[in-house]
């Protein structure tokens, strides 16, 4: 199993900063791509940044220059630094990992974390 544990959401204001974590632990054998996604009350979940093919970091248009993606491969973590937070950033934070164990290491599967809130007030 994968076991991803998420911190550093919390309430700021509006133009404010916030650095999420989200480190990887389990009996993993290969990570494919982590990823950060985002739910908002009544709305769907979205992609806010993750690692592409070729290493690139594809990020959602409405992040782009604000948040940066980043990643620690030796420890299995990854980053989301968010510089001048909006109102509509507002959301619950979900780190998503595509990942196979040492069980089944060709299979390839996605694991959520439990998600952390981020409230920016205006």
């Known amino acids: 199993q994968v076991h991803l544990v998420e911190s550093g959401g919390g309430l700021v204001q509006a133009g404010g900063s916030l650095r999420l974590s989200c480190a990887a632990s389990?009996?993993?054998?290969?990570?494919?791509?982590m990823g950060w996604y985002r739910q908002a009350p009544g709305k769907q979940r979205e992609l806010v940044a993750a690692?592409?093919?070729?290493?690139?970091?594809n990020y959602a248009d409405a992040v782009k220059g604000r948040f940066t993606f980043s990643r620690d491969n030796a420890n299995n973590t990854v980053y989301l630094q968010m510089n001048s937070l909006k109102p509509e950033d507002t959301a619950v934070y979900y780190c998503?990992?595509?990942?196979?164990?040492?069980?089944?290491?060709?299979?390839?599967?996605?694991?959520w974390g439990q998600g952390t809130q981020v409230t920016v007030s205006s």
């Open positions: 998503n990992v595509e990942a196979s164990t040492m069980t089944t290491p060709s299979w390839f599967f996605r694991y």
């Open positions: 389990g009996s993993i054998f290969s990570i494919k791509t």
């Open positions: 690692l592409a093919s070729a290493g690139r970091t």
